[in-house]
């Protein structure tokens, strides 16, 4: 993994996969609001992106379909990184060339179980992520910095 995806997956692990993600209003202004993220790898060509799971019909779902670039920035202490890139979506109302759409709750699992997830009932979790239109935010790293020294 390169350093800084492992210093995202350490700070990461260090606050349950807590991160701020920002989208851009149609006004050019922002909007953030904070997921559950972590590193995982594309379901299309294996790459390493930061990924998370959003509700359909979310303010940021509709952000980013209008608008693909975001960022993502996870903190522990005074130790933050930022990862900053455009982002895949899939999902039931997002098809993302190259996945199979029955391939999408698989995702959806591994996304949940990367950032430190577990279920007792998959099967009630599939049926959930399904009915609240979930997709799959797979940001690929453009622009990585961070302070990871900071105390």
């Not at 149609?26 to 972590?38: E, P, R």
């Not at 060509?45 to 990924?51: E, S």
């Not at 999408?104 to 279920?119: K, N, Q, S």
């Amino acid at each position: 993994m390169p350093a800084d995806l492992d210093l995202v997956s350490r700070l990461a692990a260090s606050e349950r996969g807590l991160a701020t993600v920002a989208t851009t209003r149609a006004d050019g202004s922002v909007q953030a609001s904070v997921v559950n993220a972590g590193v995982v790898g594309h379901p299309v060509d294996g790459c390493l992106v930061v990924g998370f799971v959003t509700r359909g019909g979310s303010v940021k779902l509709r952000h980013l379909r209008e608008r693909a670039r975001t960022a993502v920035v996870f903190r522990s202490g005074w130790r933050w990184v930022t990862v900053e890139g455009v982002a895949d979506l899939a999902g039931p109302d997002d098809p993302l060339p190259g996945l199979d759409p029955g391939a999408v709750p698989r995702l959806l699992r591994e996304v949940f179980t990367a950032i430190g997830g577990t279920h007792d009932d998959w099967h009630e979790y599939d049926r959930v992520m399904a009915e609240q239109r979930r997709a799959a935010v797979l940001v690929r790293p453009e622009r990585v910095y961070a302070n990871p020294d900071a105390d």
